[in-house]
C-alpha cells in the first residue's frame, strides 16, 4: 500500500507541482488548502507525511504546535515549505516542531530522499514505542529519566579550520562537548558503543563529497556508531550529493546558507531523538531480561530455560556429543518456611541459587522453573562427569550457611538432585527435552525416597 502525503498549502500552483513529483514516485496524495482542512483530513485519516506551506489564516507554526500536542499525529514527520533563503523562516519552522524545512522552488531528489528517510526514522520509534508498550503492560514501568549530562557531540572532517568559524558560535548556543576528529581518526578507532559520540556532524567537502558519504557510510555500518545520530553539513555546490546522505544513513541535513541559530536548533533535536531511541532500546532490553529471569535469585526462568534444552538438544543430536539435565530440589523446605517464615526461605533459596551458579561452568545453564527447584542444563559432558558435578553440589550446599533477615543463626539446608542424559537415540529432536525432564523428575523423586541429599542417574538407558 502507498505511503499517503499531505499537502498543506493555499497556493495551488504549489500543490499541483508537489502532486506531480510524488504521484510520480508512487506516493498517495492527499491535499488541504487550510489549517483547518488539514486538521480534518488528519482526523479522519491520519496521513504519513505533511508538508506545510501556505495555510492561510492558522499560520503554520500555529498547525505544527496543534499537530505535535495531538497523540494521534504528534509522530507524523512535518516538513515545512519555505520562501527561499528565509533563515528566519526555517529556525521558526524547526521551533515549532517541523522535522525538516526545504525551500522553493523544491528539490525533487532532496523533496523524496527527506521523505524516505524521516518515514524510516518515524518507522523505527513507533517500533520501539509499542515494545515498550508491551513492556509497560507486563508491568516493567520504571521512572523517567531525570538529569541528563552534556552529550557528546564530533564534528567529522579533513579541515578543520572550516568548522572553527561556526564551532564557536555554536558552542555560545548549547551546552554540549565537542570534539573535531578526521574520518581517517573516526575509522580507524574500534571504541565501545558505550563511548561513542551521541552525535557525529559529517561535513561533506566541497570538491570531492563523495569521501564524505563514505565516511558517512562505514559510521552508519559500525556497531559503535550505528546508532550515534548523523548531522550532515554541505554548502551549495553539493547539494546534489547531500540528498544521497539522507538514504546512506544521515539522521537530518544542513545545506546551504549556515545559521548557527539553525544548527543549534537541529542539533538539539538529534540529541533529544537519539535519547529517546537510546531509552527506548534499554527500557525493551531491560524488559526482555525482566521478562526471562527470576526476580528473587537473578536466574533464568521456566521461560528461558525450556526453549535452551531443546536447542542444547538439537545440537546434541547433531554432533552426538553427551549432555546432561539435572534438576535440583530443597530437602524439606516447607519446614523452613514454617519455622522461620518466608523471608528466611527466600533468603535460603537465593543462597543456594547463587551456591550452584558459582560451582557449574560458564556454558553451563542453571534456571530456577519452581518455587524450590532448580534445572541445570550442562552441555558437552559425560554421566561420570555429570555425576560428579551434581554431587559436588549437593556438597557445597549442605556445607554453606545462610543468613537470613531476623535470625541470630545462619541456616542449613540440603539439596537432593535427579539425572538424566541426552541424546537419546530413541527420542526425536521435538520432544527430547520433555523427556529428559521426565525422566530427571523420576529420579529426582528417587533421591527423596532413599534418604534425600542424594544424586540419582535415571535408569532409562540413553
Known amino acids: 500500500m502507498p505511503q499517503t502525503v499531505l499537502i498543506v498549502d493555499e497556493v495551488a500552483t504549489n500543490r499541483i507541482v508537489l502532486r506531480v513529483k510524488l504521484a510520480a514516485a508512487y506516493y498517495s496524495v492527499k491535499h488541504a488548502t487550510t489549517g483547518a482542512e488539514a486538521l480534518a483530513v488528519c482526523a479522519k485519516s491520519p496521513p504519513d507525511v505533511i508538508l506545510l506551506g501556505q495555510v492561510g489564516t492558522m499560520e503554520a507554526g500555529e498547525l505544527a504546535r496543534r499537530l505535535r500536542s495531538n497523540p494521534k499525529t504528534e509522530t507524523i514527520p512535518l516538513i515545512f515549505l519555505t520562501p527561499p533563503e528565509n533563515l528566519r523562516a526555517r529556525v521558526e519552522a524547526l521551533e515549532a516542531g517541523a522535522d525538516d524545512v526545504l525551500s522553493h522552488p523544491v528539490s525533487e531528489m532532496m523533496l523524496l530522499a527527506r521523505i524516505r528517510n524521516l518515514s524510516r526514522a518515524r518507522d523505527a520509534e513507533r517500533e520501539l514505542r509499542l515494545r515498550e508498550g508491551t513492556r509497560r503492560a507486563l508491568g516493567f514501568a520504571e521512572a523517567s529519566a531525570g538529569f541528563e549530562m552534556p552529550a557528546r557531540v564530533t564534528v ?3 579541515h578543520p579550520s572550516d568548522a572553527g568559524h561556526w564551532l564557536d558560535q555554536l558552542r555560545q548556543r548549547v551546552s554540549h562537548r565537542f570534539e573535531i576528529r578526521s574520518p581517517r581518526e573516526m575509522l580507524a578507532q574500534n571504541p565501545d558503543a558505550s563511548k ?18 563514505g565516511t558517512l557510510s562505514e559510521l552508519r555500518a559500525r556497531s559503535a556508531t550505528r546508532h550515534c545520530a548523523m548531522l550532515v553539513l554541505c554548502d551549495r555546490e553539493t547539494r546534489q550529493a547531500a540528498a544521497s546522505a539522507l538514504d546512506l544513513g544521515g539522521n537530518d541535513l544542513l545545506a546551504g546558507a549556515f545559521d548557527p541559530d539553525e544548527l543549534a536548533l537541529r542539533l538539539q533535536n538529534q540529541i533529544a531523538r537519539k535519547r529517546t531511541a537510546d531509552r527506548l532500546r534499554a527500557t525493551m532490553r531491560d524488559g526482555l531480561h525482566a521478562a526471562v529471569t527470576d526476580p528473587l535469585t537473578g536466574l533464568y526462568n521456566r521461560r ?42 527466600d533468603a535460603v533459596l537465593a543462597g543456594v541459587a547463587g551456591q550452584i551458579k558459582e560451582n557449574l561452568r560458564a556454558v553451563d545453564l542453571v534456571a530456577r522453573i519452581g518455587g524450590e527447584e532448580f534445572l541445570m542444563v550442562l552441555p558437552d559432558t559425560d554421566s561420570h562427569r555429570a555425576r560428579r558435578t551434581a554431587q559436588r553440589l549437593c556438597q ?15 541456616l542449613r539446608a540440603t539439596v537432593s538432585i535427579g539425572m538424566a542424559m541426552g541424546p537419546r537415540c530413541s527420542a526425536s529432536t521435538n520432544n527430547e527435552g520433555d523427556d529428559l525432564l521426565t525422566l530427571a523428575d523420576r529420579a529426582l523423586y528417587a533421591s527423596k525416597s532413599e534418604g534425600r541429599n542424594k544424586v540419582t542417574l535415571s535408569r532409562d538407558a540413553a
Open 304 to 345: 528461558y530455560a525450556l526453549p535452551h534444552l531443546a536447542r542444547v538438544s538439537q545440537e546434541a543430536q547433531r554432533t552426538g556429543r553427551r549432555f546432561a539435565v539435572l534438576i535440583a530440589d530443597l530437602d524439606h523446605f516447607k519446614q523452613i518456611n514454617d519455622v522461620y517464615g518466608h523471608a528466611a526461605g
Open 196 to 213: 561513542a559520540p551521541d552525535v557525529c556532524i559529517v561535513m561533506l567537502p566541497r570538491l570531492i563529497p563523495e569521501t564524505g558519504l
Open 396 to 410: 557445597v550446599v549442605r556445607n554453606a550457611h545462610f543468613l537470613a533477615p531476623g535470625q541470630d543463626v545462619p
Open 156 to 158: 567529522v572532517t579533513d
